[in-house]
């Protein structure tokens, strides 16, 4: 059964860096494209990036764009996001999804990582 493991959240101070893993129990890997998403309490679901097989890369924020880096290592069966610049508006649960196409939105049924929570504060 394919599953999805995140890992690399916690608290940081503002301005500082953090990096997610996604991995997936799967020796398929390289033909899913994953997309991270993020949730802050009181707030819907919001789709941060999604990386595509070929490794092409789609964000939908604007406010991550030169902050957040989405990167795979098919080998590893894993996807990585690097978040460098944390500000104080981006602590919430992350996750990871995977799927046949990137899109900005998935079903809650679609395979999601368990989360994981991001932090900032001094």
């Known amino acids: 059964q394919l599953q999805l493991e995140e890992s690399g959240g916690g608290l940081v101070q503002p301005g500082g860096s953090l990096r997610l893993s996604c991995a997936a129990s799967?020796?398929?890997?390289?033909?899913?494209?994953i997309g991270w998403f993020r949730q802050a309490p009181g707030k819907d679901r919001e789709a941060i990036s999604c990386?595509?097989?070929?490794?092409?890369?789609?964000t939908y924020i604007d406010a991550v764009k030169g902050r957040f880096t989405v990167s795979r290592d098919n080998a590893k069966n894993t996807a990585f996001m690097q978040m460098d610049g944390l500000k104080p508006e981006d602590p919430a649960q992350y996750y990871c999804?995977?799927?046949?196409?990137?899109?900005?939105?998935?079903?809650?049924?679609?395979?999601w990582g368990q989360g994981t929570q991001i932090t900032v504060s001094s």
């Open positions: 990386i595509q097989t070929n490794n092409e890369v789609t």
């Open positions: 999804t995977i799927a046949i196409r990137c899109r900005s939105s998935y079903r809650n049924d679609n395979l």
């Open positions: 799967t020796s398929d890997f390289r033909h899913y494209e």
